[in-house]
């Protein structure tokens, strides 16, 4: 019995080494003729997180690939990178995400699907992690997809004798007569969702990007090689969706509506959903910990983002991270073998737990969760969709002022879309 274990470890070491061998092979020989490769990579996940997670992999224990891992600042990211590379000391793997892609698509090795077949990946991996995907292959493996939900005050919705929070969003219209409290003076002293306002609603663009996605608008779409603005494809419908979708997210702010529950006067959407004065907030799950933490009090619930009545399909944003090798890398065949080891079924579940944060692998997705939020999230980051943000501290000014455009009267809905739509594209012939 002894001697067919130690028989099959044996063939395990083996199979390990002929794999990292084809790995060499395949990529031309890309790969470091030192006995031991090093394997830098960079991210944002604290360094006790990736090493606590890490080291319970097998390739942890590996005499031939080294991994080193570097904790990066999100907002120095990109600079640290850009310096890195020049000076010949950059990392070999990056953590890369849908606003990170674009501005590093010219340091990404794309992996060809000699090495990773597509259909591998689209039967591996949710269909979000396809914004990774090229005609010539992939410039990253998908690792995790957060996705943006709905929190819910329960006692709100209990002492209003409403039994479950909204699954459409026209159900909004009553919803926010029912729920929204305002004083003698009209001032809302408790609003039902933070929508038709920018500054102070947490994850503005990304909930006005899930209502124009499931409208219709992808936001940016990939043709001919190049990302390019789709706010203004109509689509055969009659009205743009961009523009059915904005204008249903400016009416809760307008004063003159019975349904008004929204101004740029209240706190931000989250403190005031931590505070038990907002009915519903749309953050990501990433958010869950947070919000528990800061008022374990709070009496709340999660529910998949609301859809449109009429849609298609369903729809909600997620925020995609990945795993992309980089160009300059020296050791390009150990960095990929390090990026499979990573986004591998034991190992994301490990990352999983850490981060509470889903999986972007479908059959993780397809597991039941350890807590009552886990479906939740896990069900949402299966129908979640983003869009390649090629820069997105511009695209946020620009997202706000469309927004405040229309709010304040200085502009009309398909006018301010029409400017969106020519200074995204506009971002995309930058480099």
Wanted: net charge neutral; glycine share 6%; proline share 5%.
């Amino acid at each position: 019995m002894n001697s067919s274990k130690f028989q099959l470890a044996l063939t395990g070491v083996f199979a390990a080494f002929i794999v990292i061998g084809m790995m060499i092979f395949a990529f031309g020989g890309k790969g470091n003729s030192e006995a031991v490769s090093q394997v830098l990579v960079w991210g944002t996940i604290s360094d006790q997180t990736f090493l606590q997670v890490f080291s319970q992999s097998l390739l942890s224990k590996s005499e031939t690939i080294k991994v080193t891992y570097v904790q990066k600042i999100p907002k120095s990211f990109d600079s640290e990178l850009v310096e890195a590379l020049a000076s010949g000391v950059g990392p070999d793997l990056i953590f890369t995400t849908q606003d990170t892609l674009w501005k590093n698509n010219n340091k990404i090795y794309t992996i060809p699907f000699a090495n990773y077949p597509e259909r591998n990946f689209r039967d591996t991996f949710a269909e979000e992690g396809e914004l990774f995907v090229t005609p010539t292959g992939l410039l990253a493996i998908p690792f995790s997809i957060d996705p943006l939900v709905m929190y819910w005050n329960r006692d709100i919705f209990t002492n209003a004798n409403i039994s479950a929070p909204p699954a459409y969003w026209d159900e909004f219209f009553a919803l926010a007569q029912s729920l929204t409290v305002k004083d003698g003076s009209f001032n809302i002293t408790r609003a039902t969702a933070p929508l038709g306002e920018f500054q102070n609603v947490n994850n503005a663009k990304e909930i006005i990007s899930a209502l124009m996605m499931q409208a219709g608008t992808p936001v940016v779409s990939y043709l001919n090689s190049s990302y390019i603005s789709s706010i203004m494809e109509r689509g055969g419908a009659d009205v743009l969706p961009s523009e059915a979708a904005v204008t249903f997210y400016t009416e809760f702010s307008n004063p003159a509506k019975p349904f008004y529950t929204w101004n740029r006067s209240l706190p931000s959407s989250q403190s005031m959903f931590l505070s038990g004065d907002l009915s519903v907030y749309f953050g990501f799950a990433s958010e869950a910990g947070y919000i528990k933490l800061k008022n374990p009090n709070l009496n709340f619930d999660v529910a998949p983002l609301p859809q449109s009545r009429t849609g298609s399909r369903k729809i909600t944003f997620g925020k995609i991270t990945g795993l992309s090798i980089l160009r300059n890398s020296k050791n390009i065949a150990a960095a990929y073998t390090v990026a499979i080891d990573l986004t591998s079924q034991q190992v994301q579940k490990e990352f999983t737990s850490a981060l509470i944060v889903p999986s972007a692998r479908r059959d993780l997705l397809a597991k039941p969760g350890a807590d009552a939020f886990t479906p939740t999230f896990n069900s949402s980051a299966l129908y979640a969709k983003a869009w390649i943000d090629p820069n997105n501290t511009i695209t946020d000014t620009l997202f706000q002022n469309v927004i405040e455009s229309i709010t304040s009267g200085r502009q009309r809905v398909t006018e301010s879309l029409a400017i969106l739509s020519s200074e995204l594209g506009n971002l995309f012939t930058r480099q």
